[in-house]
């Protein structure tokens, strides 16, 4: 099978991630797999293995969504937009695939619409027309209009044979945050969660009896570094390892050690082996992406969980909700975020018993592979 896997990440890089994963565990089936990428450079992830394409890059203005910038920061003009969708199509053409995958489209990226559109249309007029999926996470931004809903419906009708959801359904279905008509109903494949294999514990036992904080690069992650150093403050009895991603992060570093600089935290830039030290760790203090929460429910770490709901995002607060049924877990909401209410959440969750690894399924890149292969056999 020849697969080819569309993504465009524009603030974090959770999926471009996902996409990664899918394309590595295909590969390794025996597929040809070639992955073009629409956002930012992410040199930190692994992309071994694979045939990519990046595309002239594209992020949002922040969180404003509606708004695209280009590599240089300033906005990306029509013609940039156009270079781009021209170097998909085309990239389509000479790749001829059996299968396409869209990650996120057509339930989201709807600033990139009409490249996408572009490519569904130069699809459907290929000698050999290849099968469309979708790809998306378990939480989804819901529609903040109905018109949103119905013009979602109407692509997946004209376009895609299919939807996979790499969810567990008894944890995260898809009714929890989009709505499932009868069509849509009959298009649904659940994956299982798309996570790399479970890290295993720390050769060194990194991470042991510590609070670890993590919360991404960029200023959106500031608020929950400073809270944690006043709550490091209020628990001199515990050891915090706060651990400070992005391009900046010396900067962000120095920032914070001028802040409080205390006897029991420890600052450092983000680490590869982070997902080994969760299994030592006291607690886990992060936001509540999709691949983080994965490694937290495969390591079984006591969590504080912060969901990320600036610019009125709601997904990660569903996430986190779902999650929160898990005892060794708990949601503190960023308008209820003080170093006091996070020193008591910390508390609370680091006597908890954790559960490694027993909650929803995380095989969902090999099963992934398995649902495609079948739906393959059946595609005219």
């Known amino acids: 099978m020849k697969l080819m896997i569309v993504v465009t990440h524009l603030l974090g890089t959770g999926h471009l991630s996902r996409a990664l994963t899918l394309g590595r565990a295909f590969g390794a089936a025996g597929h040809q797999v070639f992955l073009i990428s629409g956002g930012m450079p992410a040199p930190q992830l692994n992309h071994d293995g694979l045939d990519i394409l990046n595309l002239p890059p594209v992020r949002s203005d922040g969180v404003d969504f509606t708004r695209l910038l280009d590599e240089t920061g300033l ?77 979602a419906k109407q692509i997946i009708a004209q376009h895609y044979d299919g939807v996979l959801i790499h969810s567990d359904p008894a944890l995260t279905p898809l009714e929890v945050s989009w709505p499932v008509t009868p069509a849509l109903q009959a298009k649904l494949h659940y994956t299982g969660y798309v996570a790399p294999p479970p890290s295993g514990p720390h050769p060194e036992g990194a991470g042991s009896g510590e609070v670890l904080v993590s919360a991404g690069g960029g200023s959106v992650g500031t608020p929950i570094y400073r809270a944690a150093l006043g709550a490091a403050a209020l628990t001199p009895d515990l050891r915090w390892r706060m651990l400070v991603g992005g391009k900046d992060a010396s900067d962000r570093i120095a920032g914070l050690r001028a802040e409080h600089d205390l006897a029991n935290v420890i600052l450092e830039k983000a680490r590869p082996d982070f997902r080994q030290m969760l299994y030592h760790a006291t607690a886990s203090v992060s936001m509540c992406g999709y691949n983080t929460a994965l490694d937290l429910l495969q390591a079984g770490t006591p969590s504080v969980l912060i969901p990320f709901d600036d610019g009125n995002e709601v997904e990660q607060g569903l996430r986190a909700d779902s999650l929160a049924r898990e005892p060794f877990m708990q949601v503190l909401r960023s308008a209820d975020l003080t170093s006091e209410t996070l020193a008591a959440s910390v508390r609370q969750v680091a006597g908890q018993t954790s559960g490694a690894g027993s909650t929803g399924q995380f095989d969902g890149a090999t099963r992934s592979v398995e649902i495609v292969e079948t739906l393959l056999e059946t595609h005219s």
Request: glycine share 2%; proline share 10%; aromatic share 6%.
């Open 75 to 151: 906005a990306a003009t029509p013609e940039y937009l156009t270079a781009r969708r021209a170097a998909l199509c085309a990239a389509l053409r000479q790749f001829a695939p059996d299968v396409i995958i869209t990650e996120l489209f057509p339930f989201g990226r709807r600033i990139l619409s009409a490249e996408f559109t572009a490519l569904l249309d130069a699809a459907a007029i290929l000698p050999k027309r290849p099968m469309i999926l979708a790809s998306i996470r378990d939480i989804l931004a819901p529609p903040s209009k109905p018109a949103k809903a119905e013009r």
